[in-house]
């Protein structure tokens, strides 16, 4: 679809739009959530897409193991399963010992991040040279609690990067393609033409539909706004343009080779105000 993104407006278009698909791959913070609050209807929309049979696979980028993700979901009394549903290839990043046989260093976001992680990770990478650099995603910020962006992952990721002088040799989360990896595991045999991507952003949710040929719907409850996705400019996102020019010299001065994260021209085929509005179906 080239002409997107159409705006999902009213029951007749949930409805019409829910049909086309069996399975719904579903970014969480964003779209379910916002910090710890859940975004109106969402478990009511989530219960009714199981009641008629879709498939709903969880998909997120956020550093907690699964057990983790599923502690937030009872938290926020949303249902979900940690055997088939949450999909998470992060891993804990607590109790590394300093051993000179570490095999990877594991960049996640970190709260607690400070000079001494860094020097343990640079240590590893630089002295083993088995040791991979795995990152989980280079997003430069995310959404919290807040009203404004908050530092993500990427941003300690260039912090390695920097030190190290070369990038990660994989990186995880969405777009890329070991998260795909993940969900065939779960999937098996399926068509892509039967699966959305629900997300809130343009540079990983929507990105990654887009790299695996599935149709894709933008939230607006999350770090995207109607006015970033309608003028293609990305008012949100591009307040880390700072970040992102930065990341750009280091692209072609010191690390050549390294994605470029910057969402650029992406546009979802669909959007609509709130993943909550599909409960409405319900009440038919
Ligand atoms: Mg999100």
Do not use: V, Y
């Given at each position: 679809m080239s002409k997107g993104p159409i705006k999902l407006c009213n029951i007749k278009d949930y409805d019409k739009f829910i049909d086309k698909f069996d399975t719904f791959l579903l970014d969480c913070d964003g779209v379910l959530w916002r910090g710890d609050h859940v975004i109106p209807g969402v478990q009511k929309a989530l219960s009714y897409m199981r009641k008629i049979g879709k498939k709903i696979l969880f998909v997120t980028n956020a550093s907690k193991s699964r057990t983790g993700c599923l502690e937030k979901f009872k938290k926020l009394n949303i249902e979900a399963y940690e055997d088939n549903n949450t999909q998470d290839p992060t891993f804990d990043l607590?109790?590394?010992?300093?051993?000179?046989?570490?095999?990877a260093v594991i960049c996640a976001n970190d709260k607690n991040f400070n000079y001494q992680k860094l020097s343990k990770a640079l240590c590893y990478l630089s002295r083993n040279p088995d040791c991979i650099f795995i990152a989980t995603t280079l997003e430069a910020n995310s959404q919290g609690n807040c009203d404004y962006p908050v530092p993500a992952s990427g941003t300690i990721a260039v912090s390695i990067l920097m030190a190290l002088g070369r990038k990660p040799d994989i990186i995880i989360g969405k777009p890329n393609k070991p998260m795909m990896d993940c969900i065939i595991q779960n999937l098996?045999?399926?068509?892509?033409?039967r699966i959305c991507m629900i997300g809130?952003?343009?540079?990983t949710d929507v990105q990654f539909g887009i790299n695996n040929g599935f149709t894709t719907l933008l939230t607006l409850?999350?770090?995207?706004t109607e006015n970033d996705l309608l003028v293609n400019n990305i008012s949100v996102q591009s307040k880390s343009r700072k970040f992102r020019k930065l990341f750009a010299a280091l692209q072609s001065n010191?690390?050549?080779s390294i994605p470029n994260p910057s969402p650029t021209s992406i546009i979802p085929d669909y959007y609509i105000s709130?993943?909550?509005?599909?409960?409405k179906l319900d009440s038919q």
């Open positions: 607590e109790n590394i010992a300093p051993d000179p046989e570490i095999g098996q045999l399926f068509d892509a033409k809130d952003r343009l540079d409850t999350g770090i995207t010191l690390i050549k709130s993943f909550g509005e599909f409960s």
